[in-house]
């Protein structure tokens, strides 16, 4: 649910802002501009550093499984706490030091895609950071589950529960792969613009698009992992085909 809540947000923050730049107005203009790129920058955050909590609660009741208080949500709600404060809090540098413009052009405001250092910084904090403590987290998981099933080989519930975390870390892992494929866009307009320091025309235009679309699609995918709503999908989908074959017995019954 913190995963959903997330991406809600970032979903929200990045509509908004693709809303205005579409907009035919000038970003000057504009005095809530620069605060929506922050918030635009926070939401990304948001949604890493939240599958980043979701891969340590499963090393907690996986590697740490005889810790029942690492298991509890006296741990979990303030590691979601400190997650929030930390997505707020890694922009207000850059939105402080004014290093967010207004660029009359795509009408928007953005870090321009020639300040390497501005670029830098953030991805470090959205991408570099959280992807490096998610495969150190991933490594931890996966090497504990394959040591305990080497010394219980025949224990079919051992070997149940290595196929599950697989499994697990395998769901945690698409979000993780969508944003960087759907993210690759904004990553090939800047690799272009240091090389050649020209910003191509609609290039923030189509990245907006694209990490739109990509924080969408982790939402989708974060709601349909979810247990309760798996179940209640599941039973829908029961009903439906009960149903099926009652109409199909129905309408080849002979008419009179």
């Given amino acids: 649910m ?29 005095s809530l501009c620069v605060i929506r790129a922050y918030l635009m920058y926070s939401g990304a955050g948001l949604i890493y550093h939240s599958i980043l909590v979701q891969a340590l609660h499963r090393l907690f009741i996986t590697v740490f ?23 707020f809090g890694f922009g207000l540098p850059i939105l402080l030091s004014g290093r967010i413009l207004s660029d009359s052009v795509d009408s928007i405001c ?10 830098l910084y953030v991805a470090i904090w959205i991408y570099t950071l959280p992807l490096f403590l998610l495969s150190l987290i991933y490594w931890k998981i996966i090497v504990h589950v394959h040591r305990t099933t080497l010394t219980a080989r025949q224990n079919l519930v051992t070997q149940h529960r290595f196929h599950k975390e697989m499994r697990t870390l395998v769901r945690i892992s698409i979000p993780i792969l969508t944003l960087l494929l759907l993210g690759s866009p904004y990553i090939g307009f800047f690799l272009y613009a240091q090389a050649t320091q020209t910003i191509p025309i609609f290039s923030y235009h189509i990245s907006v698009v694209f990490m739109t679309l990509g924080q969408s699609i982790v939402m989708l995918i974060a709601l349909l992992l979810t247990k309760n709503v798996q179940m209640h999908l599941r039973a829908y989908l029961c009903r439906v085909n009960q149903v099926q074959p009652l109409v199909q017995f129905v309408n080849a019954q002979p008419h009179l």
């Fill in 110 to 119: 953005e870090l321009s895609l020639l300040d390497w250092h501005g670029i």
């Fill in 2 to 30: 913190n995963t959903v809540c997330a991406g809600l947000v970032a979903n929200m923050t990045t509509a908004s802002q693709g809303i205005y730049m579409f907009v035919d107005e000038e970003s000057g203009s504009d």
């Fill in 65 to 87: 499984v005889n810790r029942r208080r690492l298991q509890s949500s006296f741990i979990f709600i303030p590691l979601s706490a400190i997650q929030w404060l930390v997505s």
